[in-house]
């Protein structure tokens, strides 16, 4: 059996859990939680990354390989059962990772406005940098696959949260699949394809029983991340030109 295998690249505080979880619903489809997490802090921090670099950290790479062509071979490219695999990714992950198995999947982009995600982000891991955020790897990446003779989907989390069944029918048809009314609910608690790390970044997707309303944000933004987010918008401007549009 031929497997359609996704791949969403999103950037951390995007709701890209919960789209994983909209994706779980459907009969037709396989869900996996961010497979190369244990690459990026052992890449990125060490064998022996602290759970102050990121939160649940020594669980993480406990619980999962940390040997991205052991990943790419085993379970991104690896046997599903089901004619659908969807993957949630972190385009931050992308740390010294050989990218021609991207010629395999079937590539899509979340991204949310840096003026949100950014301190919701802080609240997290503290200050966070543009690699961070997964901004520029996002863009790069984009024009990459599109120079290989792609056409990746651009989802932006605003637009989806204003109207999940249009944007999310006219994403499965980019992706040659039939949209589910289930994909827009779901029980409370969480799901079982959930990282290890669920418990310290999906308390707010736990508690819900399907896409939250968009609201704006009411706090001011921080002064302390006015740096990053002058990095992240012209990165995101461009994205935001792509993304799907509720009709």
Not at 63 to 85: A, F, H, Y
Not at 142 to 169: F, K
Request: proline content about 7%; some cysteine.
């Amino acid at each position: 059996m031929d497997t359609k295998r996704i791949c969403l690249w999103s950037g951390p505080r995007n709701v890209s859990t919960a789209l994983m979880y909209a994706f779980a619903q459907r009969s037709d489809t396989q869900v996996i939680d961010e497979p190369l997490y244990a690459h990026y802090l052992q890449t990125k921090y060490g064998t022996e990354a602290r759970d102050s670099t990121h939160p649940g950290a020594t669980e993480v790479m406990a619980s999962m390989s940390t040997d991205s062509e052991q990943v790419i071979n085993e379970v991104i490219l690896g046997r599903c059962e089901k004619p659908v695999l969807f993957m949630k990714q972190m385009a931050h992950h992308l740390i010294d990772i050989d990218l021609r198995f991207l010629a395999r999947t079937l590539n899509v982009f979340l991204i949310r406005d840096p003026r949100e995600m950014l301190p919701s982000l802080m609240k997290v891991i503290g200050t966070p940098t543009l690699a961070d955020t997964g901004f520029k790897t996002q863009h790069d990446l984009l024009m990459a696959l599109r120079d290989a003779g792609q056409s990746p989907p651009v989802l932006d989390a605003r637009l989806l949260l204003e109207d999940p069944a249009s944007v999310l029918t006219q994403l499965c048809e980019r992706l040659g699949l039939r949209f589910e009314d289930s994909m827009l609910s779901w029980e409370t608690g969480g799901n079982p394809a959930d990282g290890v790390w669920a418990r310290y970044w999906y308390q707010n997707v736990h508690r819900s029983t399907g896409f939250a309303p968009y609201r704006p944000k009411s706090e001011p933004f921080p002064v302390e991340l006015e740096a990053v987010l002058a990095e992240c918008s012209p990165y995101y401007k461009v994205l935001r030109q792509e993304a799907i549009c509720p009709t």
